[in-house]
């Protein structure tokens, strides 16, 4: 079975500085592994997805993530924060193929202060 | 491309009505899922359609819940004898291969 912990349900940081939201996974196959961002009273809009192929995988807004397989983990980061960056973020899991159904993880919310 | 939309945003009900909500999928988009999220948790998948045939439902679906995607195209979600316990965003999303979502549907049960 498939499953998603994302460690820390809030974190705030300061305009400018890095951000980093921790995501590890389980998954007995090969995962495709996505990032999405949700706004208040908004649907999930896709930041990035791992497949295959390149571990460090580059999203929208100046978000990365790097794929570790030893570490069974997907953490996501981007350099420096934005106060439009204040938003709950959600790391998902799906078998390889990706037409199967995501198993989110509990979500992180992210407060960015001036 | 319009994106996935989802009619109503949001809906009042009293426990024991029924509801159903409207789910349109992009266009070329051949696989459309249905989710349940609620406060503070993340998305929790309910079902899934390939063109119209429904090929998995979670056992979160009860069997107050039905969905339906009679063409192919749009979708419906319907639940009977609502229950305060089904207060939720309803999130629809679809794909050829990366899900994309709908703006949800609020379901508040009185």
């Known amino acids: 079975a498939q499953s998603v912990t994302q460690l820390g349900s809030h974190v705030s940081v300061s305009e400018g500085a890095l951000v980093l939201l921790r995501c590890n996974y389980s998954s007995s196959v090969p995962p495709y592994l996505f990032w999405y961002v949700q706004y208040p009273n908004q649907g999930l809009q896709l930041l990035l997805k791992?497949?295959?192929?390149?571990?460090l995988v580059k999203g929208i807004n100046g978000f990365e993530a790097e794929f570790k397989k030893s570490e069974t983990s997907f953490h996501l980061t981007k350099p420096s924060a934005h106060m439009s960056d204040a938003a709950e973020y959600f790391c998902?899991?799906?078998?390889?193929?990706?037409?199967?159904?995501?198993?989110f993880g509990a979500g992180t919310r992210l407060a960015v202060h001036p | 491309d319009t994106g996935v939309s989802q009619d109503p945003r949001h809906k009042i009900t009293k426990r024991g009505q029924n509801v159903t909500f409207r789910c349109d999928p992009i266009?070329?988009?051949?696989?459309l899922y249905w989710y349940r999220q609620t406060l503070g948790q993340g998305p929790e998948f309910l079902t899934y359609?390939?063109?119209?045939?429904?090929?998995?439902k979670s056992r979160l679906l009860s069997d107050r819940f039905s969905a339906e995607r009679p063409k192919g195209s749009f979708s419906t979600l319907e639940i009977q004898r609502t229950e305060q316990g089904d207060s939720a965003m309803y999130l629809c999303a679809s794909s050829l291969d990366t899900q994309y979502f709908g703006p949800g549907t609020r379901l508040t049960v009185l």
């Open positions: 998902a899991v799906t078998l390889s193929g990706g037409y199967n159904k995501l198993i």
């Open positions: 359609f390939q063109n119209e045939a429904q090929l998995e």
């Open positions: 266009s070329e988009h051949n696989r």
């Open positions: 791992y497949t295959t192929g390149a571990t």
